[in-house]
């Protein structure tokens, strides 16, 4: 039994920066490949970032993000990290920390979803 918990989420300004975090319980964390992704109302959960790898790994980002937002793994080894800077009001979603087995970006594949942490940046 694989659990993903996201945190992090809020309510902010335009321009300003949020932090979102990823905790893992029953099972090992660094073997799986991370990613965060983010629906908006209405839109189709849409890919945002991953990482993979043991000790970091590749990145990946989607273009809307590329440049503003980090993906990481903490030093405890079972949290990912998105560090979200100059958030912009499209960047509202709420945003699901994902698990896979194997490197992916398809939303069918990953094999462990969170429930979603709820991000609103304001104009």
């Known amino acids: 039994q694989v659990q993903l918990v996201e945190s992090g989420g809020g309510l902010v300004l335009a321009g300003d920066s949020l932090r979102l975090s990823c905790t893992s319980s029953?099972?090992?964390?660094?073997?799986?490949?991370m990613a965060w992704f983010r629906q908006a109302p209405g839109k189709e959960r849409e890919f945002v970032a991953t990482?993979?790898?043991?000790?970091?790994?590749?990145?990946i980002y989607a273009d809307s993000v590329k440049g503003r937002f980090t993906i990481s793994r903490g030093n405890a080894k079972n949290t990912v990290y998105l560090q979200m800077n100059s958030l912009k009001p499209e960047d509202t979603a709420v945003y699901f920390c994902?698990?896979?087995?194997?490197?992916?970006?398809?939303?069918?594949?990953?094999?462990?979803w969170g429930k979603g942490t709820l991000v609103t940046v304001s104009s």
């Open positions: 994902a698990a896979s087995i194997a490197p992916t970006r398809s939303r069918e594949s990953m094999n462990y």
């Open positions: 029953g099972g090992t964390f660094i073997t799986f490949f």
């Open positions: 990482i993979g790898g043991r000790n970091g790994g590749t990145t």
